[in-house]
């Protein structure tokens, strides 16, 4: 929070929204929108990888962690592979780094392909 109360750090569920072209209404819940999505409301793969991302975007970088998602830093670090212009094989390694280094319960992935 910022010194006026008001969240700061990254619009993830914006962000997705904005990469599949999905709107958002003003009286549009997020829960309610993955609820639908549970109880088999008709969807195709991109709909499925949109509600996946999203349930991946509320999950914390590792247990008790509270600055970060798991899927904001992903994002920051596939950012800095660009800018930087690492290679694959750095990223994996600087990835499987970080999972040794980061406590129980981390939930970054093994590889980003």
Do not use: H
């Amino acid at each position: 929070m910022d010194n006026n109360g008001e969240e700061v750090g990254d619009d993830i569920t914006g962000m997705l929204r904005d990469a599949y072209g999905i709107p958002m209404c003003a009286d549009e819940d997020m829960g309610d929108m993955l609820d639908a999505e549970m109880s088999g409301m008709p969807s195709d793969n991109s709909a499925a990888q949109f509600y996946k991302l999203l349930e991946d975007s509320k999950k914390p970088l590792y247990p008790g962690c509270d600055k970060m998602s798991m899927m904001s830093f992903l994002i920051r670090f596939w950012n800095y592979k660009c800018v930087g212009g690492m290679s694959d094989k750095s990223f994996k390694e600087m990835l499987q780094l970080m999972r040794e280094s980061f406590p129980e319960g981390c939930t970054l992935p093994e590889n980003f392909t």
